[in-house]
């Protein structure tokens, strides 16, 4: 049973560029998560994705857009990238249940904006 | 901001227990208690959750205090492989999980 997969798994970009990282959730989650981890802090989250919509955001600005495939799983776009964007992204896949939804992380892309 | 106040780090001697608190005096009634790990540039690593009475898996146990204000992450035996971040995490069903600064584990030989 296939975990969270995450493609690339690093990325070098330049600021102003755009970039596309992929998800894949493990086999029957529904609902996709993704965060940020800056170096030496805890990850912080940025959208979830849950029936192709995103449900909750956190505190991060329109330059970072998602999405969710019929088959559950997801892009994070990240436009006009700054050195700030530097960073490890986290997607964390999870079911829906309404009580407890443990979420299960993949490996993460490193992103280098320079 | 993290619901959760964890010790910025600890140490513990292998093959010894390693016992993490956490305090979350403000959870609420319908909030879960979290355990995560990272390993240095990895993804983080479910380990175990619990509402309110005790859990144990094959990774941990949990103990949750009866007023839920706080819980302590129990590895049993601890190896050189359990150096981690260790999280703790306050999260009712909304799904997002807010991280601290963490537990930062090391496992001395």
């Known amino acids: 049973d296939a975990g969270v997969t995450q493609s690339p798994t690093h990325l070098i970009k330049t600021r102003g560029q755009q970039v596309t990282l992929r998800c894949s959730p493990k086999?029957?989650?529904?609902?996709v998560s993704w965060y940020q981890q800056a170096l030496g802090q805890g990850p912080q989250f940025i959208f979830q994705?849950?029936?192709?919509?995103?449900?909750q955001r956190g505190n991060f600005p329109d330059r970072f857009s998602g999405h969710q495939f019929p088959n559950y799983s997801s892009e994070l776009n990240v436009n006009a990238l700054l050195l700030g964007d530097s960073a490890l992204y986290l997607c964390a896949s999870s079911l829906r249940t309404g009580g407890s939804e443990t979420q299960y992380f993949g490996p993460g892309t490193r992103l280098l904006v320079l | 901001d993290a619901k959760t106040t964890q010790p910025p780090s600890m140490d513990c001697a292998e093959g010894r227990a390693a016992n993490l608190p956490c305090n979350h005096s403000t959870i609420s009634g319908n909030e879960y208690v979290y355990w995560y790990r990272q390993i240095h540039s990895q993804g983080p690593q479910y380990i175990i959750h619990?509402?309110?009475n005790n859990e144990t898996n094959e990774m941990a146990s949990l103990i949750i205090t009866e007023d839920r204000k706080s819980s302590t992450l129990i590895l049993p035996h601890a190896t050189l492989r359990d150096t981690a971040v260790y999280y703790c995490?306050?999260?009712?069903?909304?799904?997002?999980?807010?991280f601290g600064q963490g537990t930062t584990l090391q496992v001395k030989p």
């Open positions: 995490i306050v999260s009712g069903n909304t799904g997002k999980l807010i």
């Open positions: 086999s029957g989650h529904d609902t």
């Open positions: 619990g509402l309110k």
């Open positions: 994705y849950y029936e192709e919509e995103e449900r």
